[in-house]
T-cell receptor, first 112, second 113 residues
Framework: DAGITQSPRHKVTETGTPVTLRCHQTENHRYMYWYRQDPGHGLRLIHYSYGVKDTDKGEVSDGYSVSRSKTEDFLLTLESATSSQTSVYFC???????????FGSGTRLTVV | DQQVKQNSPSLSVQEGRISILNCDYTNSMFDYFLWYKKYPAEGPTFLISISSIKDKNEDGRFTVFLNKSAKHLSLHIVPSQPGDSAVYFCAASARQGAQKLVFGQGTRLTINP
């Protein structure tokens, strides 16, 4: 979907290094989310934002931080990457909380 | 605590037949349910939804059924086509409380020619 882009699409990083994933939207939606997808677990919420500078934790937030300084950008940072954070990360946006989300194409992160 | 469960990791169906994907939930506050479809290397895309005030919603070949008393919903695809091969995620939210979507583990559907 052209309204939401994630970067990078793929990344390999070493254990202990910081990593930042970017989500950019052009839809002016208020809500933005970061999920991770892992086999057997489906999509699990890491963090979400309900406005500029307004963020909150999801169910698997340990080891992750987020920032939203502009409506269009939502950054996910792994402060010190671990192998357990190897996953596919999806950003999503929505106009209304609890309604359907539009997802980005994902970032495949491998921590070696 | 898995609030939304898809107990079948995979399902294989012959082309032209009906595919039935199932989903169970535990939170009685959920009042809005959705199905997403995901192809490899792509993000999930919205397929169909249903509000708790209904028990059925149709969109072309796709129908979602909701049984609130059993806390169960199902997605029917008929007839199944090869392009339907994908991972399907069930999701739920409590819109009254403006809650976030909670997703199931996903079911990989394979349509065989």
């Amino acid at each position: 979907d052209a309204g939401i882009t994630q970067s990078p699409r793929h990344k390999v990083t070493e254990t202990g290094t910081p990593v930042t994933l970017r989500c950019h939207q052009t839809e002016n939606h208020r809500y933005m989310y970061w999920y991770r997808q892992d086999p057997g677990h489906g999509l699990r919420l890491i963090h979400y934002s309900y406005g500029v500078k307004d963020t909150d934790k999801g169910e698997v937030s340990d080891g992750y931080s987020v920032s939203r300084s502009k409506t269009e950008d939502f950054l996910l940072t792994l402060e010190s990457a671990t192998s357990s954070q190897t996953s596919v990360y999806f950003c999503a946006i929505s106009e209304l909380q609890g309604n359907g989300y539009t997802f980005g194409s994902g970032t495949r992160l491998t921590v070696v | 605590d898995q609030q939304v469960k898809q107990n079948s990791p995979s399902l294989s169906v012959q082309e032209g037949r009906i595919s039935i994907l199932n989903c169970d939930y535990t939170n009685s506050m959920f009042d809005y349910f959705l199905w997403y479809k995901k192809y490899p290397a792509e993000g999930p895309t919205f397929l169909i939804s249903i509000s708790s005030i209904k028990d059925k919603n149709e969109d072309g070949r796709f129908t979602v059924f909701l049984n609130k008393s059993a806390k169960h919903l199902s997605l029917h695809i008929v007839p199944s086509q090869p392009g339907d091969s994908a991972v399907y995620f069930c999701a739920a939210s409590a819109r009254q409380g403006a809650q976030k979507l909670v997703f199931g583990q996903g079911t990989r559907l394979t349509i065989n020619p």
